[in-house]
T-cell receptor, first 112, second 115 residues
Framework: GAVVSQHPSWVICKSGTSVKIECRSL??????MFWYRQFPKQSLMLMAT?????????EQGVEKDKFLINHASLTLSTLTVTSAHPEDSSFYIC????????FGPGTRLLVL | AQSVAQPEDQVNVAEGNPLTVKCTYS??????LFWYVQYPNRGLQFLLK??????LVKGSYGFEAEFNKSQTSFHLKKPSALVSDSALYFC?????????????FGQGTTLQVKP
């Protein structure tokens, strides 16, 4: 299957700071990538669809100014959590899709 | 609207016994069905999928799943469970063509295999 990497794997930051999470498709040129959020012992919630060279498509209820997505190349999409607050603490997972959707290892964000 | 239901929050099984993790779905058109496994603090690993063809699909680590159109189910099975199979399992569905549409997840089922 496809290989998707994320960096960092975990991050701790102070409230009010911004955090950038990178998602790389290592063996596939992904025109579309997906960002999910997962709370403990819950399912994945799709946040947005990242489109290479154009604006991301956000799901209802997800603040686009809060969660900035950039997909500048076919192998890299980034999610920036701006002015992070404790309620933004979560597990963020990116994904890319061929016929099967493959997921990155996730990034654990803890906002103090 | 698309939806996936995993009716069991947790399934407990003894090592060596067969296991079943249930999944039912609702989708317009032909379903694309997937099973993923998640270990603690890790992303999702793809196990198997049904797109078309044989209703019995074999996947990674000895898992298989059977597509049942009349019952709109796609239950995950394994003949002999291992302790290392203990993890969180997600069923997912996508309607429409293979490269369009969102992947919708069930709420997840925790599988606990006891020695």
């Amino acid at each position: 299957g496809a290989v998707v990497s994320q960096h960092p794997s975990w991050v701790i930051c102070k409230s009010g700071t911004s955090v950038k999470i990178e998602c790389r498709s290592l063996d596939f040129q992904a025109t579309t990538m997906f960002w999910y959020r997962q709370f403990p012992k819950q399912s994945l919630m799709l946040m947005a669809t990242s489109n290479e060279g154009s604006k991301a498509t956000y799901e209802q209820g997800v603040e686009k100014d809060k969660f900035l997505i950039n997909h500048a190349s076919l192998t890299l999409s980034t999610l920036t959590v701006t002015s992070a607050h404790p309620e933004d603490s979560s597990f963020y997972i990116c994904s890319e899709r061929q016929e099967t959707q493959y997921f990155g290892p996730g990034t654990r964000l803890l906002v103090l | 609207a698309q939806s996936v239901a995993q009716p069991e929050d947790q399934v407990n099984v003894a090592e060596g016994n067969p296991l079943t993790v249930k999944c039912t779905y609702s989708v317009s058109g032909n379903p694309y069905l997937f099973w993923y496994v998640q270990y603690p603090n890790r992303g999702l690993q793809f196990l198997l999928k049904y797109i078309t063809g044989d209703n019995l699909v074999k996947g990674s680590y000895g898992f298989e799943a059977e597509f049942n159109k009349s019952q709109t189910s796609f239950h995950l099975k394994k003949p002999s469970a291992l302790v290392s199979d203990s993890a969180l399992y997600f069923c997912a569905v996508r309607g429409g063509s293979s490269n369009t549409g969102k992947l919708i997840f069930g709420q997840g089922t925790t599988l606990q295999v006891k020695p």
